[in-house]
């Protein structure tokens, strides 16, 4: 069975500090992704490419969708295995690397999920299905880099 799905965002620039793109440091990075019903995300570079760091940039959004996309596939496989997950929390991390020719590319991505079960009983299956999770990640199996995986279990008791 092969499905597609379609996604659809507004994205609008909001840096044109009144010169445009008249030079590299003229113009502010801001910008706004938005999509119907949704609230906006307020974007814009990393501060290292002159960027404002009160903004989500590109490479915090590629890392939240990587977490994201994990935690939802986990929850799922969870409560198909009959495991009662009661809370999860992540601390993802990326490594990205400039180029000599101005790009640059992620070169690994480590999530750290903190999954609290209700039962300690269920903690060995529990931990088990990060690897399923994983593989129907459809972000990650988007990804050209390598996606590692470094979960702790925790228990209610």
Not at 7 to 31: C, P, V
Not at 63 to 89: K, P, R
């Amino acid at each position: 069975m092969n499905l597609e799905h379609s996604y659809a965002i507004d994205l609008e620039w909001t840096g044109n500090r009144g010169e445009g793109t008249s030079g590299y440091k003229s113009y502010g990075r801001d910008h706004v992704v938005s999509a119907p019903g949704k609230a906006p995300i307020e974007g814009s570079a990393d501060r290292v490419f002159f960027g404002d760091r009160d903004r989500w940039n590109p490479e915090e959004l590629l890392l939240a969708a990587l977490s994201q996309c994990h935690m939802l596939s986990y929850l799922a496989e969870a409560a198909q295995a009959g495991v009662v997950v009661v809370g999860y929390t992540d601390a993802a991390t990326g490594v990205m690397e400039q180029t000599s020719n101005g790009g640059g590319h992620f070169t690994s991505a480590m999530l750290r999920p903190r999954v609290t079960l209700a039962d300690p009983a269920q903690a060995e299956l529990a931990a088990s299905l990060h690897a399923p999770a994983a593989a129907k990640c459809f972000i990650a199996a988007s990804m050209n880099f390598p996606v590692e995986h470094a979960p702790e279990i925790y228990t209610l008791a």
